[in-house]
T-cell receptor
Framework: AQSVAQPEDQVNVAEGNPLTVKCTYS??????LFWYVQYPNRGLQFLLK??????LVKGSYGFEAEFNKSQTSFHLKKPSALVSDSALYFC?????????????FGKGTTLSVSS | EAQVTQNPRYLITVTGKKLTVTCSQN?????MSWYRQDPGLGLRQIYY???????DKGDVPEGYKVSRKEKRNFPLILESPSPNQTSLYFC??????????????FGPGTRLTVL
């Protein structure tokens, strides 16, 4: 069965410091991995995805994520956090060979950036 | 503007009173899906549709129905709502291609309270 784990319910970081939001996954076969962000009272917005190729994926708003197959991880990173990055972040996975099945989301990590 | 719209945004109802939450997208997407978001559980898929007249159950379909008579619309029907269906509901859509690696676009959410 597919699954996604976001081990931290909350991540706190000071503005200007680097941030990492962790995600590990479990799928049969090759994974398609996604990060979404949810601002208060809003729907989810797509940040970035890994399909194949370069393990370092760059996305919106200066975010990037590193795919690590041996550790089955897809951590979200940003070199310098902004207060406006404060939001709820979701990692999601789907297996390459399971078209049409659910996109499995993690439980979410709240990022809080202090000024 | 490309978007997914949901109506209503907020709804308070009573147990057993049938309701429909509408979802519409203007991006000509084949794939549409309904999720519910509950604290500590992340997003869980209720139903999805890969095209007109093609629907299938997600992870938590009990108590819900859907239909896909037109490509742009994917209503969620609760025939006899119960308090455990109190939740935040999101509709999403995406292009459907083999492998399903396309990102999903989310609606703004519908907050449903069943008394």
């Amino acid at each position: 069965a597919q699954s996604v784990a976001q081990p931290e319910d909350q991540v706190n970081v000071a503005e200007g410091n680097p941030l990492t939001v962790k995600c590990t996954y479990s799928v049969s076969g090759n994974p398609y991995l996604f990060w979404y962000v949810q601002y208060p009272n809003r729907g989810l917005q797509f940040l970035l995805k890994y399909i194949t190729g370069d393990n370092l994926v760059k996305g919106s708003y200066g975010f990037e994520a590193e795919f690590n197959k041996s550790q089955t991880s897809f951590h979200l990173k940003k070199p310098s956090a902004l207060v406006s990055d404060s939001a709820l972040y979701f990692c999601a996975v789907r297996a390459e060979n399971q078209a049409g099945t659910a996109l499995i989301f993690g439980k979410g990590t709240t990022l809080s950036v202090s000024s | 503007e490309a978007q997914v719209t949901q109506n209503p945004r907020y709804l308070i109802t009573v147990t057993g009173k049938k309701l429909t939450v509408t979802c519409s997208q203007n991006m000509n997407h084949e794939y549409m899906s309904w999720y519910r978001q509950d604290p500590g559980l992340g997003l869980r898929q209720i139903y999805y549709s890969m095209n007109v007249e093609v629907t299938d159950k997600g992870d938590v379909p009990e108590g819900y129905k859907v239909s896909r008579k037109e490509k742009r619309n994917f209503p969620l029907i609760l025939e006899s709502p119960s308090p455990n269906q109190t939740s935040l509901y999101f509709c999403a859509s995406s292009l459907w291609t083999s492998g399903m690696y396309n990102e999903q676009f989310f609606g703004p959410g519908t907050r449903l309270t069943v008394l």
